[in-house]
């Protein structure tokens, strides 16, 4: 047995499935110098990039080495490597004859955020970068969505089955529309502005032109969101004494209000539930014909809204203030977000 050959199994099985849609193109690829497993801060061993022109635009394609079993089988489960995936990326090109190595940089830490976590980023999901995808840009571009590389799509490797999945670039509106409707939806009718997801940093929203505003109006009017789990480091749930009676407290981030109160109603005026996730606990809101609430665990909370709590709810406004609902025993407190850079400096607070 030629054992050179299966130490690199994993890295030979994606070269393969590069070759299969870029031939004898050499293309570049970045390494590291010293590897992840070997105590390297970068978990990506490595990043590929290619020409193309696919979609109509001429455009650097990025694809990353290291999220799956590269080298040898190492994790228990047979049926999928590594992780399950590898991250691609598409940027469109300015003229230069090099890639940026921007893009290698958010590889690279979307890819720290899997090792340190455990979670993985799957077809139709979506994170807000917290800013601009390339620091210190000023594209308005600020988002990502993630979808099955419409090129590359998926495949079975020696060490198990693996999906490459594409970053996709996205708008503050764009996110937004994203979560209030269904990542599928969202997704196709975005790639009819844009087939190949290409990242396009000086373009406007997509959300701007009025027949693409008109299909995603529809589209959340009539489907509501899925967006079952919202992500949120400002908000919390507790018992409290209001007017010498117990109540629910629910405290959240100014800078929240409106997406939490905007994705709240998509989801409970369909019937559907919507959960908070923060650092703390989770908080579930569930439409029903009587309000409730309950906090019988410290790191879970629970919310039935009936459809007058609902339209309080989502009526809170997004300004710092204590808010006593009429139709429940409880308060809603928006405090101060505060917005921070990479040094955890504070650098805009939004009350």
Request: overall charge negative; some cysteine; proline content about 5%.
């Amino acid at each position: 047995m030629d054992n050179s050959k299966i130490e690199n199994a994993g890295i030979d099985a994606i070269d393969s499935k590069c070759k299969e849609v870029y031939g004898e193109q050499k293309g570049f690829h970045f390494g590291v110098k010293v590897p992840f497993v070997a105590g390297g801060p970068d978990p990506l061993d490595q990043v590929s990039v290619y020409e193309s022109n696919s979609g109509g635009i001429s455009h650097w394609h990025y694809i990353s080495y290291g999220l799956t079993e590269l080298y040898e089988k190492e994790s228990d489960y047979e049926d999928e490597s590594g992780f399950g995936f590898e991250l691609t990326f598409r940027l469109e090109k300015e003229g230069e004859e090099q890639p940026p190595v921007w893009p290698i940089s958010l590889m690279q830490n979307l890819a720290r955020y899997v090792f340190r976590t455990g979670n993985v980023f799957r077809q139709n999901e979506h994170m807000d970068a917290n800013g601009p995808i390339c620091i210190g840009s000023d594209t308005k571009l600020v988002a990502l969505g993630f979808d099955i590389d419409s090129e590359l799509g998926s495949m079975d490797t020696p060490y198990g089955y693996m999906e490459f999945i594409q970053i996709v670039p996205l708008t503050r509106e764009e996110f937004d529309s994203m979560m209030l409707w269904s990542g599928e939806k969202f997704l196709s009718l975005y790639r009819t502005k844009n087939p190949m997801a290409v990242g396009i940093m000086g373009r406007d929203s997509y959300t701007d032109i009025p027949e693409f505003k008109a299909e995603l109006k529809k589209g959340i009017e009539t489907d509501g969101s899925s967006t079952g789990m919202f992500y949120i480091d400002s908000a919390k749930m507790d018992i409290v004494d209001l007017e010498g009676k117990n109540a629910a407290s629910f405290t959240i981030g100014a800078g929240q209000v409106t997406k939490f109160t905007s994705i709240l109603k998509a989801r409970l005026t369909k019937g559907r539930d919507l959960t908070l996730s923060t650092p703390e606990m989770g908080i579930l809101f569930k439409p029903d014909e009587l309000s409730a609430y309950g906090r019988e665990e410290e790191d879970f909370g629970m919310f039935k809204l009936s459809p007058a709590s609902l339209e309080e709810f989502v009526s809170i406004p997004p300004h710092k203030g204590e808010y006593v609902l009429k139709s429940m025993p409880c308060v809603i407190k928006v405090v101060p977000t505060y917005i921070k850079d990479n040094n955890g400096n504070v650098v805009e607070t939004i009350e």
